[in-house]
């Protein structure tokens, strides 16, 4: 077996790699944000389930959803962390 003394450098798994590292970061930033999206939903619809008064006023569903996003950054719901 002939080896070359100067193999050319693989700079193709260094692109492979980068690749790979990005897709996964891709991923988990995804996942992270459905979480999050979920827990706010999931905080939204029991608000106004808890108040049915409230489905016919879109400003205090805006208030709500603004009270469980603000929940949710300060890590306050499950999920959210």
């Keep these: 077996m002939l080896v070359e003394k100067n193999a050319p450098f693989p700079y193709w798994f260094f692109v492979l790699l980068l690749a790979a590292i990005g897709v996964s970061l891709w991923a988990w930033v995804s996942y992270i944000e459905r979480q999050r999206q979920?827990?706010?939903a999931n905080c939204l619809s029991s608000q106004v389930h808890a108040q049915p008064e409230l489905q016919g006023d879109p400003d205090k569903i805006e208030e709500i959803a603004t009270l469980c996003n603000t929940q949710c950054i300060r890590g306050e719901?499950?999920?959210c962390q």
Aim: hydrophobic residues 50%; without cysteine; aromatic residues 0%.
């Design 38 to 40: 979920q827990a706010v």
């Design 77 to 79: 719901l499950t999920g």
